[in-house]
């Protein structure tokens, strides 16, 4: 039999109740909201209001498992980049620390993910290798290789880049394995950071090679002190029988130099390798759509200069004109032919895939020109068909079928799925016709682009 509680026993109980609080759990802060990045080039920028941080940076990747910062009340993070020897210092301010249910998170392992041994903890020693190592980038690429580049090279370049910047811009293949390890492995923040989906490149591979574009800068401090403006790795592949294919693994121009016509220069000096090297091709491992409008601008200038394939060309162009496609119910071939593709592969080292884009818009440039605007939907013709074999396959009339069959066991389970012609679902082909028609639509806004880049330059 139990017995009773007093009221000073009932009095108690209630303040004990009232002292217990609700635990405050800790949702986290995400990284991308209490982290800037600033790259400065001198002591005197570090806490200056006048630079901006870097945009568009995914620095959630690098916290915990699920993208987040624990344990810290108000937490800001300013980190500060030196483009001279590319270390790092970071500055952490916070309220408090507390326990949230979640931990706390190891901010400074956090960091050296991206940063690694760049990463300095005292600010005094930060300030000090704006001139102890101001001579860093001249010593990693004075034994390097500098790219000579063509005439027509140089004149693309100049189309972008100042006549004055462009006397002290140079490209350099860096050769010593030494020298490309200790930059590269200063760079790695940098391709983590501003590179989408890079991972560091293996340097002690020698089918990698590294380019660097640098500019010399006039100090009256320091001898001709070398600013990096940018970098490229390339990996060399065997081409049977006695040839090598360079393909473009990662490519940078830092943010401060970009936009500025630095990374037209540094490809324009790259396509130049190539040549000089007889390599059998040069091609872009899965480029950014803005890289790809530079290379294609690039490319379409040498094209146009290009002797063997005016002939094609222009046959091209007289069947859009005196061809109706709009009352064929096959489409046409109106590509190059495969000789003046391999021709252009030898001569110009680009290969098939980037030619055929190139010759969409050389098709549309040599139409505009001879007054075509009224052939134009022959055109969007011939490029829809392109769009539709890329995406859907060649045989378009090849797609997945459903078909009911007997069994004795379960009846909604009796089916069977196999490639095959047939009609899709009303709905589906209206789906499917409309994300078509605004392919064609993007691709005939790229092609005119390109096309007008080009008749400005020339």
């Not at 490029?383 to 797609?399: F, L, M, Q, T, Y």
């Not at 082909?429 to 020339?458: D, F, T, W």
Request: proline fraction near 3%; charged fraction near 30%.
């Amino acid at each position: 039999m139990g017995t009773k509680n007093s009221s000073s026993d009932l009095v108690s109980e209630s303040r004990k109740r009232r002292c217990i609080k609700d635990p405050v759990v800790d949702s986290g802060v995400v990284p991308d909201e209490c982290i800037k990045i600033y790259l400065v080039s001198s002591k005197e920028e570090v806490d200056s209001v006048d630079i901006s941080p870097l945009q568009d940076l995914d620095l959630n990747q690098f916290f915990e498992e699920d993208d987040k910062i624990y344990g810290y009340t108000e937490l800001k993070i300013t980190i500060w980049v030196s483009t001279i020897s590319f270390h790092a210092y970071a500055d952490i301010s916070f309220q408090k620390k507390s326990d949230g249910g979640k931990g706390i998170t190891d901010l400074k392992f956090c960091l050296q993910k991206i940063f690694g041994e760049n990463l300095i903890d005292n600010k005094d020693d930060f300030n000090q290798t704006f001139s102890t190592e101001i001579g860093f980038v001249k010593s990693v690429v004075s034994n390097g290789e500098v790219l000579k580049q063509n005439s027509h090279g140089a004149h693309g370049s100049k189309k972008s880049v100042s006549e004055g910047d462009l006397s002290d811009v140079e490209v350099i293949r860096i050769v010593d394995i030494m020298s490309v390890g200790t930059l590269y492995s200063r760079l790695v923040p940098f391709v983590l950071l501003l590179i989408d989906g890079s991972n560091p490149i293996d340097i002690t591979d020698p089918c990698w090679e590294i380019f660097v574009i640098v500019k010399k800068k006039r100090d009256e401090e320091v001898d001709n002190h070398v600013q990096l403006l940018g970098l490229a790795a390339l990996y060399r592949f065997f081409h049977y029988p006695n040839s090598s294919r360079l393909r473009l693994g990662q490519i940078l121009v830092l943010p401060p130099y970009q936009k500025k016509g630095y990374c037209r220069f540094l490809l324009n000096a790259l396509t130049e390798f190539a040549h000089s090297e007889d390599l059998y091709d040069l091609t872009i491992e899965e480029p950014l759509d803005s890289i790809q409008y530079i290379r294609t601008c690039i490319d379409i200038e040498r094209l146009l200069a290009f002797e063997p394939i005016k002939t094609a060309l222009n046959s091209t162009v007289l069947r859009l004109k005196h061809e109706n496609l709009s009352k064929k119910s096959e489409s046409s071939y109106f590509g190059p032919p495969p000789s003046v593709t391999e021709e252009v592969r030898k001569s110009l080292k680009i290969n098939k895939k980037q030619f055929l884009q190139c010759w969409e818009v050389l098709t549309y440039i040599s139409l505009i020109e001879g007054g075509g605007d009224k052939y134009m939907e022959n055109y969007k013709t011939v490029i829809s068909d392109r769009v539709r074999a890329d995406i859907i396959g060649k045989e378009c009339g090849n797609r997945k079928k459903v078909i009911d069959i007997e069994t004795e066991f379960d009846e909604e389970m009796s089916f069977v799925m196999f490639n095959g012609p047939g009609n899709p679902v009303e709905e589906n082909e209206k789906g499917q016709e409309e994300q078509m028609r605004e392919l064609v639509e993007e691709r005939m806004r790229v092609i005119e682009s390109i096309a007008a880049k080009v008749s400005n330059s020339n």
